[in-house]
């Protein structure tokens, strides 16, 4: 509020000022301003300078918290080998839990655009990248985990086996499939957030590029002109806030026409939306995870068929003498 009241003071104090003078005030007003809104949030720096390691650390705890209740959801099956009632309520709580991690990578996403703005999104995009294959590798280390207990006895698994087993092991798959939308879904809204703070660090640029020309005396005009904004909106405090603290060296260079932390953020907005390739080691993940639902139906779906083709060794026709 101190700073907006001083704006307005500035602003109507101009009306008794030539062109020349109102530029050249103008522009001290804009550095003093910006100074002001770089001190004010000095405190939050270390957060933006070191996001991606900060944010690991940090959805670190979440994620062994969702760990543990997946593991968890599995034990019931292994201490009741024979209960169909633990298998189908151990994959329930799997279906439950499977897109449970995609509010986490929201939430980091949220706080990457407001720390970061674009700046730094390579390594930003990697950290949520992880936090995800961790959870799909987390789900398929679970899937054979029962795939293992449902399997112990063989025999017995035969003796009892009826069609709810069927249904059981066929719904296996859908932890997979919700993984996987819940994966192409995040990654379509990341690519489309990512292509907004593209153009928002490309208009940044453009009101930067007009400051050092007016300042230089390079403007169009030929003498030194700027337009004293009426207001700054957040998106413009927080893009001159993360371009001073976030911002690569060489997106200083005002001539080049396009910087390179604007030239990653363009590249990872634009890239193919048939598959989650945003996030490589999630999608690889998905795949392992879809392997072992995979195999979890044919373990558990072949337990009968094994039973009776388990003695054909011992009949006679097979032996070498026969």
């Known amino acids: 509020e101190c700073v907006a009241g001083c704006w307005l003071d500035m602003s109507e104090s101009f009306n008794s000022l030539n062109a020349k003078e109102v530029s050249k005030v103008a522009l001290d007003l804009y550095s003093d301003v910006s100074a002001v809104f770089l001190q004010v949030a000095s405190p939050f720096c270390i957060y933006q300078e070191r996001f991606a390691e900060l944010e690991r650390m940090h959805s670190g705890v979440a994620t062994k918290l969702v760990a543990k209740d997946v593991q968890q959801a599995v034990s019931s099956v292994s201490n009741n080998r024979d209960s169909l009632v633990s298998l189908q309520d151990a994959i329930e709580r799997l279906k439950g839990l499977s897109p449970f991690i995609f509010p986490l990578a929201e939430g980091a996403l949220v706080r990457f655009e407001l720390l970061n703005a674009g700046y730094h999104a390579k390594d930003a995009i990697s950290t949520i990248d992880k936090l995800l294959a961790s959870h799909s590798n987390e ?23 009826d069609e709810q087993h069927v249904h059981c ?21 990341t690519k489309e957030r990512l292509g907004v703070l593209c153009e928002r660090m490309a208009a940044f640029a453009v009101r930067e590029k007009e400051i050092h020309e007016a300042s230089s005396g390079l403007s169009s005009s030929g003498g030194t002109s700027f337009l004293f904004p009426d207001s700054l909106s957040v998106v413009e405090i927080d893009s001159m806030l993360t371009k001073a ?18 030239e990653v953020l363009q590249r990872l907005s634009n890239v193919d939306t048939s598959s989650a390739n945003l996030f490589p080691d999630s999608e690889d993940a998905t795949s392992r995870l879809a392997s072992s639902c995979h195999s979890f139906v044919f373990d558990v779906c072949s337990a009968v068929p094994n039973r009776h083709l388990g003695g054909m060794s011992e009949i006679s026709s097979w032996k070498e003498t026969s």
């Open 139 to 161: 789900l398929a280390m679970a899937i054979v985990t029962l795939s293992a207990s449902m399997t112990t006895d063989q025999m017995k698994l035969a003796d009892n086996f």
């Open 169 to 189: 092991a066929l719904e296996v798959l859908n932890v997979a499939g919700i993984f996987r939308r819940s994966l192409r879904t995040f990654d379509f809204k």
């Open 245 to 262: 603290v976030c911002g690569n060296p060489n997106d200083d260079e005002i001539h080049e026409e396009v910087s390179p932390s604007y």
